[in-house]
Nanobody, 121 residues
């Protein structure tokens, strides 16, 4: 089994920055891709960014140029640097991990509890 633990959420003003972290524990050898998702009340879950074990990344159009995903394979930790935050970025952000590449519509094998991000306008 794999456990994912997110941290770094909080309250920030529009235009500000936050950095989210997600550490993986357990059978981490199972992990290839890691990703960040977000979901708010009444909204569909959105795949925000993905990164594979070799560092290939993909981003949702809504965050391109503002968010950066990275990972430290030695620590099995994935990060999401969020800059130029907007009110519409307010959501609960979840970390996901999978043995296969992640894409919209694919449910990850492993899922974190989430960390709340609130952007005030």
């Amino acid at each position: 089994q794999v456990q994912l633990v997110e941290s770094g959420g909080g309250l920030v003003q529009a235009g500000g920055s936050l950095r989210l972290s997600c550490a993986a524990f357990g059978d981490i050898f199972r992990i290839n891709a890691m990703a960040w998702y977000r979901q708010g009340p009444g909204k569909q879950c959105e795949l925000v960014a993905t990164i594979t074990s070799d560092g290939s990344t993909n981003y949702a159009d809504s965050v391109k140029g503002r968010f950066t995903i990275s990972r430290d394979n030695a620590k099995m930790t994935v990060y999401l640097q969020m800059n130029s935050l907007k009110a519409e970025d307010t959501d609960v952000y979840h970390c996901g991990a999978d043995s296969c590449p992640l894409a919209p519509g694919r449910i990850p094998d492993y899922w974190g509890q989430g960390t709340k991000v609130t952007v005030s306008s």
